[in-house]
């Protein structure tokens, strides 16, 4: 499959006959926000209200009721929840976030993800790392282990995360450009088994070494973005990141037609 990107084939009835689901995926931090024809459901309490509960059944039933809204509209991956951690109380994006307390944000944010999850709807916990307007000038591995990466862990463990996006830079460089992140920790240690996509793409997210990395999807509508891609003659990494995507599409149940109760 990975050998037909930027080649002029028939891609819809290539997933036909593999046997490959159309995959509608949708932002929104308070559910979901809009499809592509314009529809949209719900919108839920903000994350610092939910946080503000302190419980975990409530955070489970909102990734449910997400869920339940996402299967309506045939969505099958929810570019959410954003478990960054709050740092000043002026970040633009704030209101996405569930607390300054990772540990909070922790078992707030995998009860959500658990909730939408087990009910057919993968969610792409976001942003790695060491995202928040610019606050960050550096950080040591003790910190982002101990608390900034602490939430993504969790989702990942107690929560069943099949997806993560990677945003911002690692010191400079896209993180998504770090093996040490996307493989060794991610994958290596926390047993990470879906796809990491990235945020609305930038010229800095190079694709060759992010491929090579770990990084498996770019949010990108310019096919020219791509070029690189079809350069790489090497088809493994390639296979190898449509084989996560597939495997997270495979396990859920909006993508494939199941009933969501």
Known sequence: FAGVIGVDVDIDALCEELGIPYCLLSDGPSGIKSTYNGESCVCNPSAIVLASTWNKEVAEGYGTQVARDAAALGVSTWYAPSINVRRVPFE?????????????????????????ETHGLN?????????????????????MREYYLLPFEKCTKDGGALSMMATSKLFGVFCGMSRELMTDLIRGEWGFKGFITTDASAPTMY????????????????????????KDKNIGIKQLAVKRYLYAVSRSTVAMGSDVS
């Open 92 to 116: 633009s994006r704030g209101f996405e976030y569930y607390s300054e307390c990772a540990m909070l944000t922790s078992r707030i944010g995998a009860m959500v993800v658990r909730g939408a």
């Open 123 to 143: 969610c792409s916990i976001k942003h790695l790392i060491l995202y928040g307007n610019g606050t960050f000038i550096w950080c040591n591995e003790q910190a």
């Open 207 to 230: 694709i060759e070494p992010s491929l090579r990395a770990g990084n498996d999807l770019w949010l990108a509508s310019d096919t020219s973005f791509y070029k690189t891609l079809i």
